[in-house]
């Protein structure tokens, strides 16, 4: 098991950048894993949770902001 990612170095550009990457990742695993049997199961899973710790650092940053 890998270790989780720390996102309080990030700026919001990069944070950006993950999201967007990941939420590609993830449309990609859906798709192949359609047409074939899935390798990693928890593949999905794991790539939802990853786009949510960066938004929600984001948006920690955002309301602290305020």
């Known amino acids: ?3 989780k ?3 309080t170095n990030h700026t919001p550009e990069d944070l950006a950048k993950f999201v967007s ?3 590609e990742a993830l449309r990609v695993s859906r798709f192949a894993a ?3 049997k899935n390798h990693n199961v928890k593949e999905a899973r794991t790539i939802r ?3 949510a ?3 929600t650092e984001s948006n ?3 309301a602290a902001a305020k």
Do not use: P, Q, Y
């Open 1 to 3: 098991m890998s270790k």
């Open 5 to 7: 990612t720390n996102f």
């Open 21 to 23: 990457e990941k939420r």
């Open 34 to 36: 359609s047409g074939s």
């Open 49 to 51: 949770k990853e786009i």
């Open 53 to 55: 710790r960066a938004l």
């Open 60 to 62: 920690a940053r955002k």
